[in-house]
Structures are given as structure tokens and as C-alpha cells.
Antibody, heavy 122, light 107 residues
Framework: QVQLVQSGAEVKKPGASVKVSCKAS????????INWVRQAPGQGLEWMGW????????SSAQNLQGRVTMTTDTSTSTAYMELRSLRSDDTAVYYC???????????????WGQGTLVTVSS | DIQMTQSPSILSASVGDRVSITCRAS??????LAWYQQKPGKAPKLLIY???TLQDGVPSRFSGSGSGTEFTLTVSSLQPDDFATYYC?????????FGQGTKVEIK
């Protein structure tokens, strides 16, 4: 069955960077995209960005532009999300979720990773 | 940016109740609306997409309706497994917005 398996929890200091991976299995990776969504403790869901595994197109939330980079490695069916210049309010569970392959065909998020807790603390 | 507003924020109900959650968009989003269920410590689960299409494997007691700016998620007969937080989402590849969530708790 379709699975998205994320890398493990991270603890980072303010100003550092974090890179979270999301390995996909049991579907054609280039036929979809990957979204990144985060959830601060006790808070709601916040969309961070999207990358197409088909053509590499990306889009990110305005409040994160310049700090977030999303990439894919089709040879290993893995997506990556790097967040730089970490602050304490970046502490959250980060999820990857399967989505649209191309911008012209919006798609809801039908499969999600298990989540990766990123803690930013001095 | 399009804003999504859910109501109520908290809904207290009993097993067997029919419950509805409303989601309003700040401008028309056609039918690009999904509903998710999230339980504590777990990833969200897709329930409904395109406003009213039930995701495979989701019980038929869940239904969605609406288009444009007003949408509703209805659970026809609340089951013990349904006590959770529900989120609506406007999805469009370049802009995705979630509602703030509705917690369905036991009365």
C-alpha cells in the first residue's frame, strides 16, 4: 500500500537548518507531487509548500519564502524539505503529504507521512 | 490570500447524533475543498475531496456539500471513533489554506 515514511525527530538550535526526508513507496513517484505541512504544538495545520516530482515545479507559503527549499530524488522516490534560520516558533511536527503532479491539476492530500518533530531550542 | 473559517471551533455531541461543521471561504473556491480528520498524535486523514466526493474507505456516514464559499461536513450518526478534530482545506497547487479546525468532543 502507498506509504510515506519520514526521517526521525530533530533538535536544533536557533539559527540552524533542518532537512526532513520523506520516502515514498508503492506508487509511481513521478506521477504525483509532495506537499509539506506543519503543526505547532496544540495548533492547526499550516501548509508550507509543494514540489512536483514530475517536473520539479515548486510553490511555497509567502511567510516561508526564502527560508524553505524543497527537492526530490526520483532515483530513491524521496522528497526533502530544508528549513533555514530556525526560530523557536518553527518548533512543530512536520508532515509530508502526496498531492498534485502539476499545477494545473489541483489535488487534495490523500496520503500522509507519520510526521517528524522538529524542536528548536537553545 | 483566501481565508477559510470553520464553525464551530468546538462541538459537543453524543454517540448517534447527527452533526454538521461549516467552512466558509473568503472568496469563491468552486469545489476545491477537502475535509480531513485528525486524532491526537496522528497524521490527518482525508475524508472528502472536491467538496462532496467520499475518499475510498471512508464510512458513508460522512458526507460533504456546498460550493463557492460555503461548505458543510455532516456525520449522519456519530460513532465513538469519530471524536476527533476536523479541518477543511482549500486546495489549489499554488495556495493551500486550512481552516482553524473543529474539535468534536463527547458531550
Amino acid at each position: 500500500q502507498v506509504q510515506l515514511v519520514q526521517s526521525g525527530a530533530e533538535v536544533k538550535k536557533p539559527g540552524a537548518s533542518v532537512k526532513v526526508s520523506c520516502k515514498a513507496s508503492d506508487y509511481s513517484f513521478p506521477s504525483f507531487g509532495i506537499n509539506w505541512v506543519r503543526q505547532a504544538p496544540g495548533q492547526g495545520l499550516e501548509w508550507m509548500g509543494w514540489i512536483s516530482a514530475y517536473n520539479g515545479d515548486t510553490s511555497s507559503a509567502q511567510n516561508l519564502q526564502g527560508r524553505v527549499t524543497m527537492t526530490t530524488d526520483t532515483s530513491t522516490s524521496t522528497a526533502y524539505m530544508e528549513l533555514r534560520s530556525l526560530r523557536s516558533d518553527d518548533t512543530a511536527v512536520y508532515y509530508c503529504a502526496r498531492g498534485a503532479a502539476v499545477a494545473a491539476s489541483p489535488r487534495s492530500f490523500d496520503y500522509w507521512g507519520q510526521g517528524t518533530l522538529v524542536t528548536v531550542s537553545s | 490570500d483566501i481565508q477559510m473559517t470553520q464553525s464551530p471551533s468546538i462541538l459537543s455531541a453524543s454517540v448517534g447524533d447527527r452533526v454538521s461543521i461549516t467552512c466558509r471561504a473568503s472568496q469563491s473556491i468552486s469545489s476545491w475543498l477537502a475535509w480531513y480528520q485528525q486524532k491526537p498524535g496522528k497524521a490527518p486523514k482525508l475524508l472528502i475531496y472536491k467538496a462532496s466526493t467520499l475518499q475510498d474507505g471512508v464510512p458513508s456516514r460522512f458526507s460533504g456539500s456546498g460550493s463557492g464559499t460555503e461548505f458543510t461536513l455532516t456525520v449522519s450518526s456519530l460513532q465513538p471513533d469519530d471524536f476527533a478534530t476536523y479541518y477543511c482545506q482549500h486546495y489549489n497547487t499554488f495556495s493551500q489554506t486550512f481552516g482553524q479546525g473543529t474539535k468534536v468532543e463527547i458531550k
